[in-house]
């Protein structure tokens, strides 16, 4: 990088016609994965040196997000209308206090509006949401993510801003705005309490003792018929009629028969 491109870049008035021309047509980044996506972008480009950028490079750092990337990346200034990196592109590849530099002119250059316009060293969040709906139409919600993506870059570039700006930035993504008196506040929504629950209830099963006995029965053809089918029931046996005759010719009572 010459001399003379140096001090083009450490110019906060420097700006061509033809950056002049494309700033006007495009809308600041204002998606909450903004700041995701250009992350990434940066890591990519520290290990490759393209000489294009378009919508075929973009995929493998925003898959079905290649356009609205490389249209945020022309916002900033870091690609031309024709792709080609820019400058300032390079800057940030730089380590310390070079790459700042690179994040506050890009930070300059790309919001010049919002510089003229916001006091941002005694700013308070309002004042940049309502830039940005006042400005671009936007709805409350990307006002919101607008003024978080202008305020990573402020941070990178170590841009001052006021203490209510730099609160604003490391709070969470869910706080809420909240009216106080004739201006607002951005607070954060406190964390509900955790819900007791009831004690469970312990099922404890209670083993029966198995009990074992032997029980000796003789039956003989004296037995009254009730005892042998009692008999018979607790083995599980059929009910059977038993016939019994005297005696017969051996000497021997009959046998039993199964009706």
Sequence with gaps: MSFTQMEELQDPTFLDEKSKSSQGKRNPPARATSRFWFERFLAVIQRQNPSAIDATFLSQIAPSNEGKLLSQLKFLHVIDEQGKPTLLLATLNMVGEEQKKGFQQIARRSYQDLFSEVKIDKAVPDDLVNFFIRK?????????????FFLYLTEKGAIPVSPELSGFLSEKSNGTTAQNGSSQTVVQRAPRAPVAKPPQRRHVTFEE??????????????TPKEYWDRVFALLGERKVELTVSAESENGKPEDETES
């Design 209 to 222: 003792p198995l009990i074992q006995a032997t029980v000796n029965i003789r039956l003989d053809k004296d």
């Design 136 to 148: 671009y139409a936007y709805t409350r919600d990307k006002a919101l993510n607008a003024s978080k």
